[in-house]
């Protein structure tokens, strides 16, 4: 049977008009490659310190197969997978040393920076070692960083990597408080050098934010799986003074696979 040309135009319509409701396209059409690499930059708490099984290859790296990026590669298998976290990372590092895979092929970046810049492990030094006063003045001093200098730094970091994963998905991740007020624990520092540091917390979450935000990341806010697993619940995920002392203050296992990669797979 004959069928008029009218027809036949309404039938290729049709035709196309299912295929973009179904998600496809016809074999002809020229599709761009996706980009679907995984590069995780930043300190500790990417890299996995504290949370044991550490690759013998990233030395002072500290980075582990329990770390949410190696969690969350696992389970995702990206075309690619850069593990370049490393323990004791300021922004100077991820800028000098942390960016060379990235590129147009980066489809996910994750990062937790900031930390070590406002003085973290100095901090706690201080707090744990020496007067209540010297802590919480310790304390503000790191404050007082976060807020009027670590802005800055974060700009160049984020700029950075726009730059170079030009298509990639954003996430940058914040830090837990690390205590619960009124918890459990008997000894240690005071409840009011415990509020100081989680107020200091709260600021480089605040600060983090903001930046990530204004540079169209997505910001993963730990808090919310964190909250009754800090030190002083009774079912901690992160260490309290600890051997080896480095793994102090940092995420256990737990805290990697039940604090933070819920948050990444979530975001990204």
Same mark, same amino acid.
């Given at each position: *049977?004959?069928? %008029? ?8 319509? +049709? ?11 016809? /074999?002809?059409?020229? $599709? ?31 980075? %582990? ?12 298998? &990206? ?9 004791? /990372?300021?922004?100077?590092? +991820? ?28 901090? *706690? ?14 304390? $503000?001093?790191?404050?007082?960083? @976060? ?8 700009? $160049? ?29 008997? /000894? ?8 100081? @540091? ?8 605040? +600060? ?6 204004? =540079? ?12 009754? =697993?800090?030190?002083?619940?009774? %079912?901690?995920?992160? =260490?309290?003074?600890?051997? &080896?002392?480095?793994?102090?203050? =940092? &995420?256990?296992?737990?805290? $990697?696979?039940?604090?933070?990669? &819920? ?6």
């Amino acid at each position: *049977m004959r069928v %008029s040309r009218r027809a036949g135009v309404v039938s290729a319509f +049709v035709a196309a008009a299912s295929l973009t409701l179904l998600g496809t396209a016809p /074999a002809s059409s020229a $599709q761009l490659p996706a980009a679907t690499g995984y590069v995780a930059l930043g300190d500790s708490y990417s890299s996995g310190l504290g949370a044991g099984s550490y690759d013998s290859g990233s030395g002072s790296c500290k980075r %582990s197969s329990k770390a949410y990026p190696a969690l969350w590669a696992a389970a995702n298998s &990206p075309s690619s997978f850069t593990f370049a976290a490393c323990s004791g /990372a300021r922004t100077g590092d +991820v800028l000098n040393g942390q960016l060379g895979a990235l590129n147009s092929g980066t489809g996910l970046v994750s990062i937790t920076i900031g930390g070590n810049d406002a003085g973290f492990a100095d901090t *706690m030094t201080t707090c744990v070692l020496q007067s209540e006063s010297t802590c919480l003045s310790r304390v $503000q001093q790191a404050r007082t960083y @976060i807020n009027n200098t670590l802005p800055g730094q974060l700009d $160049q970091v984020y700029n950075a990597i726009s730059a170079k994963a030009t298509a990639a998905k954003v996430v940058v991740l914040g830090y837990p408080r690390f205590y619960k007020l009124s918890g459990d624990c008997i /000894a240690g520092l005071s409840e009011k050098e415990r509020a100081a @540091i989680n107020a200091a917390a709260d600021d480089i979450n605040g +600060v983090t934010a903001k930046r990530a935000a204004d =540079h169209g990341f997505a910001f993963g806010d730990v808090n919310t799986t964190f909250t009754g =697993h800090e030190i002083c619940s009774g %079912s901690a995920w992160l =260490h309290s003074v600890t051997y &080896p002392v480095e793994e102090s203050y =940092h &995420p256990t296992a737990a805290g $990697q696979s039940s604090g933070y990669l &819920p948050v990444l797979r979530s975001a990204a």
